[in-house]
């Protein structure tokens, strides 16, 4: 699974303090003022951790004083080695980061000798080079914290495939129908294993009636074009705003194909990085 990784920068006052909060409501391992020669280590560590941080957001702006001028070598090198990433840009206009300092007492990290006004029209300076690289940048001029981070979700979200949930139930049509299905694809038609002698006390769950159902050439023939179709729809069911998707899989009995076909496709959305849930709702039914 291919980590998201979200460089979040900009000026100071324009509201990254917030963004990081609502991604650590968003499960996001979060790191608040790294300094940017460090990005490309903590982007290996990332990575030797195995797949299990999925979703790292993290703050570098000029707190970080001189070490901030690393920001384009660091960003080379995250490329060099192919590791990909989204940068986040915050802005606002002077008066109203003007207005916040004045309204928190906070210090700018740029004022120094001079006041507010000089030290950011320094950090406008030097924070022009990522500026221009940033995927996103956002004005938070006329925003709420509860605006800006409804901004955040509708990016983070077009951006993720965890913004939509599957969850595919295999059942037996002599059992009826479940009331909330979205999709369904009907397997009667390949060969049952209950027909089988060996086969017919086990389900889909077991290797032996899973290399049964997919042995069929008509099987592979119907699989092909079932994840093609998948494949084909959930971003654009993630596109239009979908946020849960309901795919039944069914037979006559609910144990054997269905079972294995919906086992199949679980494997193969989860290799997608999809969210995914099976329920095999009648695989002890008889």
């Not at 990081?20 to 903590?42: R, T, W, Y």
């Not at 993290?58 to 192919?82: I, K, Q, T």
């Not at 060996?198 to 077991?206: A, C, D, K, M, V």
């Not at 269905?258 to 494997?267: F, K």
């Amino acid at each position: 699974m291919e980590t998201k990784f979200l460089i979040i920068t900009g000026l100071s006052g324009a509201g990254k303090s917030e963004v990081i909060k609502a991604c650590e409501d968003l499960g996001f391992f979060c790191v608040d003022n790294l300094p940017p020669a460090l990005i490309p280590k903590f982007a290996d560590m990332v990575l030797k951790a195995g797949g299990t941080i999925s979703k790292v957001a993290l703050v570098s702006d000029v707190r970080g004083g001189r070490f901030f001028d690393d920001m384009s070598l660091a960003l080379e090198e995250l490329e060099r080695v192919g590791f990909s990433y989204t940068i986040l840009y915050l802005e606002a206009s002077d008066e109203t980061l003007v207005r916040r300092f004045k309204l928190t007492r906070r210090r700018h990290p740029l004022a120094h000798e001079g006041g507010i006004v000089d030290g950011i029209a320094e950090e406008r300076r030097r924070l022009e080079q990522i500026r221009g690289k940033a995927h996103k940048i956002v004005d938070t001029s006329t925003m709420s914290a509860k605006e800006l981070k409804e901004q955040l979700l509708e990016f983070l979200t077009v951006r993720q495939s965890e913004a939509l949930t599957v969850t595919i139930v295999s059942f037996g049509f002599k059992h009826g129908l479940p009331m909330d299905l979205d999709l369904l694809f009907d397997v009667r038609f390949l060969p049952n294993p209950h027909y089988v002698d060996s086969l017919r006390p086990l389900t889909g769950n077991e290797p032996s009636v899973y290399e049964y159902v997919f042995k069929w050439p008509l099987a592979e023939q119907f699989w092909l074009k079932l994840s093609e179709m998948i494949a084909f729809l959930l971003p654009q069911y993630i596109q239009e705003g979908k946020s849960q998707l309901i795919i039944g899989i069914a037979c006559s009995g609910g144990q054997h194909r269905s079972v294995a076909m919906a086992n199949r496709l679980q494997e193969f959305l989860t290799s997608q990085n999809y969210q995914v849930s099976l329920e095999h709702r009648d695989i002890a039914k008889r």
